[in-house]
C-alpha cells in the first residue's frame, strides 16, 4: 500500500516533462501535484494513488498548457538510445503519432502505469486500451522494420 | 513488446534530470507503515476479548479433546467455527455499531484497518489451530496434515458463511445470523461424528482435501466481495 514516492516522483515528472516540454516548468507542475496529494489525507493508502496523481498532474498541465504557448523540445534534450539510428527513427515515427497515442505510449511503456488505472484514467474499458496500445506499438514496428 | 523497441521509448521519452527533487523529498517526507506495523498497529484496536476468547475457545478445545480416541479430531473440528464466530464478531464491530463512515472518514481507511485486524486475528487462530493440529494428532491417532486441514476447513466455512451474512443481514442481526451459521457447522460437525465414528483416513483423505479445497476457494472469495464492498462504500 505504501507509494514509493521517489519512484513517482521521477514518472510524474517526466510525464509533465512530456506535455509541458519546460523541465522547470514540468518540475514546478510535478512539485504541484505532490503538494496536492499530501494535503489530501482521503487518498492515501487506497490503492487510488496512482491515479490521484496521474489525473492531478494531467489537470495541472492542461491549465498551464492554456496559460501559454509551449516552446518545441530542443533536439539536445532527448538524450539516445543505444542504438542511435533507432532512436532517429524511432523519434520521427513518435512525431508522427496523435499526441494522445504518445501519451499513452508514455503512461503504459514508460511509466509502466498500470493498466487498470489507465482504464479509469481514460474511461475505456480494458479490451479497448489493449487493443488500442497493440496498434501503436505493432504500427511502430512495422515502420521501424520498414526504415 | 520488445526489449530494443522498449530500450528505445525509454530514451525518446527521457526527460533531463530533475533539479529541485532531492531538497523536495528531504522537505515532504512523510512516514509509511510497513505491512507488519501495519498489522501490529491495528491489532492494539483489537478488543481483548478477542484474544482472551479465542485462548479460552483453544484451551477449551483441547480439554475437552484429551480423551485420547480415535474421534478427538472430529470433536475439535465441531468446536473451531466458535473460533470463526470469533473473528466475524470482530470483523463486523464497526458496522454493527454504525461506524463505518466515521472510520471511511479516518485516515487509516477502513479497508487497510479491518483488513490489517483481520489478519492480527487469522494469524492468532492459525497460529492456534497450528499447535492444536500435532496435538490432536498424536491424541487421534490421524497424520498431523490430516488433522489440520479437518481442523481448517469447518473454520474456513464459516468465516466464509459469516462474511456473506455480515454483508447481507446489517446491525446486530449479522452477528446474531453468523452466530447461527457457526452453531449450524458444529452441529454438522457433530453429526459427522455420528456418522462415522470409526474414521478411516485413508479413505475419507481425497474428501477432506476437496473440503478444505472448497472452503478455501469460498473463504477467499467472500473476502475478495467484501473487500470491494468496503471500497465501494468509500466511493459511495
Known sequence: MALDIEEQYERIYRYCYFRLRDRHLAEDVTQETFLRWLSSDTYRDTGQTIRYLYTIARNLCADEGRRQDFEPLPEDMMSDSGDPSLSLALRDELERLSPEDRELLLLRVVNEVPVGVLCKLYGVSRFALYRRLRGILRYLRERLEGA | ?236
Open chain 2, 1 to 236: 513488446m520488445d526489449r530494443k523497441l522498449k530500450t528505445a521509448l525509454d530514451a525518446a521519452f527521457a526527460a533531463p534530470p530533475p533539479e529541485r527533487k532531492a531538497s523536495f523529498l528531504r522537505a515532504h517526507r512523510r512516514r509509511e507503515l510497513g505491512t507488519v506495523e501495519l498489522i501490529l498497529t491495528q491489532a492494539g484496536y483489537v478488543r481483548w476479548w478477542t484474544w482472551a476468547g479465542s485462548a479460552a475457545l483453544f484451551a477449551f478445545i483441547l480439554a475437552l479433546a484429551s480423551g485420547r480416541e480415535p474421534g478427538t479430531v472430529w470433536t475439535a473440528s465441531a468446536l473451531t467455527p466458535l473460533l470463526a464466530l470469533i473473528a466475524a464478531a470482530e470483523w463486523g464491530r464497526s458496522r454493527r455499531y454504525g461506524m463505518e463512515e466515521l472510520e471511511l472518514a479516518c485516515r487509516m481507511p477502513l479497508r487497510a484497518a479491518l483488513l490489517s485486524r483481520m489478519a492480527a486475528v487469522g494469524l492468532f487462530h492459525f497460529a492456534l489451530l497450528g499447535l492444536a493440529a500435532p496435538v490432536l494428532a498424536l491424541w487421534g491417532g490421524a497424520g498431523v496434515f490430516e488433522t489440520g486441514a479437518s481442523l481448517l476447513t469447518p473454520y474456513l466455512l464459516t468465516a466464509a458463511v459469516g462474511m456473506e451474512l455480515s454483508r447481507r443481514v446489517r446491525g446486530q442481526w449479522g452477528l446474531l445470523a453468523c452466530a447461527a451459521a457457526a452453531f449450524m457447522v458444529c452441529a454438522l460437525g457433530v453429526l459427522s461424528r455420528r456418522a462415522r465414528r470409526n474414521l478411516i483416513w485413508a479413505e475419507s483423505g481425497p474428501v477432506l482435501w476437496t473440503a478444505l479445497g472448497l472452503t478455501l476457494a469460498a473463504a477467499a472469495l467472500e473476502l475478495i466481495k467484501t473487500i470491494k464492498e468496503t471500497e465501494e462504500l468509500r466511493w459511495n
